[in-house]
T-cell receptor, first 112, second 114 residues
Framework: DTAVSQTPKYLVTQMGNDKSIKCEQN?????MYWYKQDSKKFLKIMFS???????INETVPNRFSPKSPDKAHLNLHINSLELGDSAVYFC???????????FGPGTRLTVL | QKEVEQDPGPLSVPEGAIVSLNCTYS??????FMWYRQYSRKGPELLMY????GNKEDGRFTAQVDKSSKYISLFIRDSQPSDSATYLC??????????????FGQGTTLQVKP
C-alpha cells in the first residue's frame, strides 16, 4: 500500500491554464505539506495543514491555493500557470509532534 | 546566505569507498536533523534522524551532529552502486517541531561506480 500518493505523476500544460494536484495519505497523520523542488533539486516548503487548518504559508504567489477536505487529503490548485511554475511538487505528511516527514512520489509539472 | 548549505556535487566514488556528505547551518535554533535519500524521479525517503550532538549508526550509515560547529555529516561505509542517489540534509528547530517546518539543503548527488 502506498503511504503518500499523488496524482497526476506528470502534468504538461500551457501557460495561463489552471491545474490541480491531489495528495492522499493513509498513515493516519494529522499534518500534510506541499513542497516545490526546482531544477537544482532545492526542496522548499510551500504550505502545511494540520487537521485541515493552514499552519504554514510561505511566500508563495496567491495563484497557489491549497485545500484540505479532510486530514488525509491535501490538494493544490494553481491558477494562471507560468513558465516558472515548472518544477516537481511533493506532498508529505507527518504525525502529531513528529519532525520526520514522509514524502509522496512527486508530480512533475511542465508549463509550456 | 542560505540557512542550510550543502555542496551539490556531483560526488563520484568507486564501489566500496567510504563516503562523507556534509551540511552546515547558520540557525542555532535547529535541534532536529535528518538525512533523506532521493533516487532519480522519486520522492525523498527518510534515511536517518538525529536529535542530539554525537553519532548515530544504522547499518552502513552513520549520522554525525556537531551543534557547536553547526555541522552535520552522513557517512556511508562500503558504498554500493545502489547508494547512487541525491542525499538531502534537513533540519528543524524546537519551535518548528510544532509546525513541522523542515529546512533542506540543496542535496548532494552521489554516484557509486562498480
Amino acid at each position: 500500500d502506498t503511504a503518500v500518493s499523488q496524482t497526476p505523476k506528470y502534468l504538461v500544460t500551457q501557460m495561463g491554464n489552471d491545474k490541480s494536484i491531489k495528495c492522499e495519505q493513509n498513515l493516519g497523520h494529522d499534518t500534510m505539506y506541499w513542497y516545490k523542488q526546482d531544477s537544482k533539486k532545492f526542496l522548499k516548503i510551500m504550505f502545511s495543514y494540520n487537521n485541515k487548518e493552514l499552519i504554514i504559508n510561505e511566500t508563495v504567489p496567491n495563484r497557489f491555493s491549497p485545500k484540505s477536505p479532510d486530514k488525509a487529503h491535501l490538494n493544490l490548485h494553481i491558477n494562471s500557470l507560468e513558465l516558472g511554475d515548472s518544477a516537481v511538487y511533493f506532498c508529505a505528511s507527518s504525525g502529531t509532534g513528529e519532525d520526520t516527514q514522509y514524502f509522496g512520489p512527486g508530480t512533475r509539472l511542465t508549463v509550456l | 546566505q542560505k540557512e542550510v548549505e550543502q555542496d551539490p556535487g556531483p560526488l563520484s566514488v568507486p564501489e566500496g569507498a567510504i563516503v562523507s556528505l556534509n551540511c552546515t547551518y547558520s540557525n542555532s535554533a535547529f535541534q532536529y536533523f535528518m538525512w533523506y535519500r532521493q533516487y532519480s524521479r522519486k520522492g525523498p525517503e527518510l534515511l536517518m534522524y538525529t536529535y542530539s550532538s554525537g553519532n548515530k549508526e544504522d547499518g552502513r550509515f552513520t549520522a554525525q551532529v556537531d551543534k557547536s560547529s553547526k555541522y552535520i555529516s552522513l557517512f556511508i561505509r562500503d558504498s554500493q552502486p545502489s547508494d547512487s542517489a541525491t542525499y538531502l540534509c534537513a533540519m528543524s528547530g524546537l519551535g518548528s517541531s510544532n509546525t513541522g517546518k523542515l529546512i533542506f539543503g540543496q542535496g548532494t548527488t552521489l554516484q557509486v561506480k562498480p
